[in-house]
């Protein structure tokens, strides 16, 4: 077993892979990373299930079943990704058993619906009752729209994982949607203890939108900052989280039986490679959390990670210095949150039609 990993993992931090596959679960592969590598959860997306699908032979016989029966693209997908995730789901089971959180396989509702309250609820439903298995998480974007679907969601006893988080403001209504979902269960008699909750929190593409900014102004004190805002705000939202779950709102939820919403960094691998490649690691290591890294992530950290204590808690008055210090320099960060949740829904709609356009290849090829 990695050391550097045992010891992330041994400071409370959740380490998911954000992957997967057929051939992972096949080869056994999943469940290698499991007992050696201390990953106890698994993230998705309509680009990984792209690749996946493009680049191996496993998916061709479930195509041309589903082809034979006449299904369309839309069901074809469905049908692929759901059975990915339900394996995956029985392959966390052990973890999912022997831990109160983790074990946790997501998979995303139609990127399509990030602006349709009601069709992301019936997106999340029909997710939930195909794969079938408590440890799902059912990936929710934290648009306007999508606010309302993670308390209805939640309120239905479905487990969610909220994606697509940049701004702490925005990460303040995603938690007040969580509770509300929890206090409408309690009210309609559900164990709140089966319910569960991440709130996916970007990190890397903060900077990946910042540094540009800071270049373009030039200044000394600017360049200083290339490098710091994503930590920042992450440690921001950090702050907003410790807050929320020192109130009696989410003491009442507590005492019923509720899990607390985690904050799970997501967007962790470094994109600039003048930062280490384990930057979104090391610097945002806290009890409690979740960190979903890309196998290149997770393999770098498992060689040259650092583990430096916890670096999120008590540094709220730090990270607000950060902000103050860019705003001073004229970067503005609502600016940035715009451009970010707007490309992020963007790439996530196209990365949906790269999967749909990759299954339509696999179904014509099925048919010769």
Excluded at 322 to 334: H, K, P, S, T
Aim: charge should be negative; proline fraction near 3%.
């Amino acid at each position: 077993m990695s050391d550097r990993l045992k010891a992330l993992s041994d400071a409370g931090v959740s380490i998911w892979l954000d992957d997967l596959s057929r051939e992972r679960i096949e080869t056994g592969n999943l469940a290698d990373l499991i007992a050696t590598k201390h990953v106890v959860g698994v993230t998705t997306n309509p680009t990984i299930f792209a690749s996946a699908i493009a680049n191996g032979e496993r998916y061709d016989e479930q195509v041309r079943q589903l082809v034979d029966k006449g299904e369309d693209v839309d069901r074809v997908v469905f049908e692929l990704t759901t059975e990915d995730v339900r394996n995956a789901c029985d392959i966390m089971k052990p973890v999912f058993e022997s831990t109160t959180s983790d074990g946790r396989v997501s998979i995303e509702v139609e990127p399509t619906l990030a602006n349709d309250t009601e069709g992301t609820i019936g997106s999340a439903q029909a997710l939930w009752t195909a794969v079938d298995r408590p440890n799902v998480l059912i990936k929710i974007p934290a648009t306007k729209e999508g606010l309302p679907a993670i308390t209805a969601a939640i309120a239905q006893g479905i487990s969610v994982n909220v994606t697509l988080i940049f701004g702490t403001q925005r990460y303040r209504e995603v938690m007040d949607a969580y509770l509300s979902g929890l206090e409408a269960a309690r009210d309609a008699g559900l164990d709140l203890s089966t319910i569960q909750s991440v709130a996916s929190f970007f990190v890397s593409r903060v900077d990946t939108e910042i540094d540009p900014r800071l270049e373009a102004i030039g200044t000394d004190e600017a360049l200083g900052l290339r490098g710091k805002a994503a930590v920042a705000n992450a440690r921001l939202a950090y702050g907003a989280f410790e807050e929320v779950h020192a109130s009696d709102r989410w003491r009442v939820l507590a005492e019923a039986g509720a899990h607390a919403q985690r904050p799970l960094w997501a967007s962790t691998g470094v994109k600039n490679p003048d930062y280490s490649d384990t930057l979104y690691v090391s610097d945002l290591v806290v009890a409690d959390t979740v960190n979903t890294m890309p196998e290149k992530t997770l393999e770098a950290f498992a060689d040259h990670g650092e583990l430096k204590g916890d670096q999120v808690t008590g540094k709220v008055a730090e990270a607000q210095a950060v902000f103050d210090q860019l705003a001073a320099v004229g970067v503005d960060f609502e600016d940035v949150l715009v451009v970010l949740e707007t490309e992020g829904v963007d790439k996530f709609k196209k990365s949906w039609v790269e999967l749909l356009e990759t299954v339509e290849g696999q179904m014509a090829a099925a048919k010769q």
